[in-house]
């Protein structure tokens, strides 16, 4: 049983503690700054990526639950380093956190917008650029941006049974995949639709808009897609369209998968690509049991009019019982019971980027 | 030596910052002799690639610097230095 939670959002770190059966806000970090995402490694560490808009991206790793904060050198490309021919690299946003897995101790994963990969081999006190994604044949003409002005990387999940083997999600390119440590990649897009291309069936130019796997069965993947929602069962080689047909559950951001159950994931819709609101400005959360063939909205304590919240593709977590989900519009909704019945925890709050159980 | 003056901002992540003398015959050397007295302070200041931050500016006596990506402007010993931010966001 989660008991904190941490909020990156657009004025800082919002930290929730669980008091009862409740949950209270009890702290916040870095007042007035964004944080585009807040994340906890297999130490316990607490990290947090900043976005200072005039001061650059910054990193900071608290060791005692953010009583007090370290600053590490925030991952950043090399002088020479180029988006494409004649543009200059430089981190914008520091968009994706992962460990390096019980194998890999020290090793902690960052992905950036634009599309760089970072490692560090000593919990943050340095980090290098993954070459061999960065020199990915294409990447300059065939990765683009999606709602950023560059790709980026927004997904990184290390193989609980192979800490060598990575999956990544970019918006736009699509997944790639290494299976010795980020040395050689390939990509695995095969089934994935990108109605935006002149060829929706392209091997490269999708747009994941976050990919989740089931902690328990890891072959089975979900993606949240710009053009539905996606499930593979065999660890990215093929992925199959399950989205809802004629119901909310096809356009949105976040995606959560269960961690026991490989057919339960839970997403949070939004009313097209166009318009970007809850759908029929009545918010839900669609979860499905087996595996995507059908999804329920569940709507029980949640606003159903005059709705103007979506869900960013890092704020909605699933732990246990807990869902917990935060929104553009600064609203935070909790479910104690894998979203049967929701409550608002708050309003009035920043526009939350991240939302992950501690 | 130039002087250099900061924006208060930074003193939020730099609270030693304060006006001071640094040696430097152009504006690169200037910021990075400045990061041996503040450590980390120029990568507030600089992009990856090394050029100015967009939303950062940097005047000599009272004139922008002309050269945001190489920091080429040269300086003088009586020189004053600003280190300013742009005024934007919400």
Redesign the interface.
């Known amino acids: 049983m989660a008991e904190t939670a941490l909020l990156g959002s657009r004025k800082g770190l919002i930290v929730y503690r669980r008091q009862g059966s409740g949950w209270t806000l009890d702290a916040t970090h870095f007042l007035g700054l964004p944080v585009t995402m807040a994340d906890v490694d297999q130490h316990g560490s607490w990290w947090a990526m900043l976005d200072h808009g005039h001061w650059g991206t910054k990193l900071h790793r608290s060791d005692d639950q953010g009583k007090t904060w370290l600053e590490l050198p925030a991952p950043a490309f090399e002088p020479g380093d180029e988006i494409r021919p004649g543009q200059a690299a430089s981190v914008r946003y520091l968009w994706s956190f992962a460990s390096g897995g019980p194998s890999y101790p020290d090793r902690i994963w960052i992905g950036t917008m634009p599309g760089g990969l970072f490692v560090s081999e000593d919990r943050g006190a340095s980090f290098s650029l993954v070459r061999s994604l960065w020199d990915f044949p294409g990447r300059a003409v065939q990765w683009m941006g999606g709602g950023l002005d560059e790709a980026g990387i927004h997904s990184i999940l290390v193989d609980p049974r192979n800490n060598k083997h990575l999956l990544i999600g970019i918006s736009c390119a699509g997944v790639l995949a290494s299976e010795d440590g980020g040395l050689t990649w390939s990509v695995r897009n095969k089934g994935l639709k990108a109605d935006f291309l002149p060829d929706p069936d392209a091997e490269v130019g999708h747009d994941p808009h976050l990919l989740v796997r089931c902690a328990s069965q890891p072959d089975v993947l979900w993606q949240q897609n710009h053009c539905g929602i996606f499930r593979s069962v065999d660890n990215g080689r093929n992925w199959t369209d399950v989205s809802q047909d004629g119901g909310p559950a096809f356009f949105g951001f976040a995606i959560a998968a269960d961690p026991k159950s490989p057919d339960t994931a839970w997403v949070v819709p939004a009313d097209s690509d166009g318009i970007r609101v809850a759908c029929n400005q009545a918010l839900c959360v669609s979860k499905t049991e087996d595996g995507g063939k059908s999804w329920s909205a569940l709507r029980n304590g949640l606003p159903q009019q005059h709705v103007f919240d979506i869900t960013y593709r890092h704020a909605l977590d699933v732990r246990g019982e807990d869902l917990l989900f935060g929104t553009t519009t600064g609203n935070v909704y909790h479910s104690a019971d894998r979203g049967r019945n929701w409550s608002l925890l708050h309003s009035n709050l920043p526009m939350i980027h991240s939302v992950r159980f501690v | 030596m130039a002087t250099l003056r900061f924006t208060s901002?930074?003193k939020r992540?730099f609270p030693d910052l304060s006006q001071i003398e640094v040696e430097g015959g152009n504006v690169a050397e200037l910021i990075d002799n400045l990061d041996k007295r503040y450590p980390?302070l120029s990568?507030?200041?600089l992009?990856?690639?090394?050029?100015l931050?967009k939303?950062?500016n940097i005047y000599v006596n009272g004139e922008r610097i002309a050269d945001r990506l190489q920091l080429s402007d040269t300086l003088q010993s009586a020189d004053e230095v600003f280190v300013l931010?742009?005024l934007?966001?919400g």
């Open positions: 901002a930074l992540f980390g990568r507030y200041l992009e990856d690639h090394g050029g931050r939303h950062v931010q742009a934007s966001g």
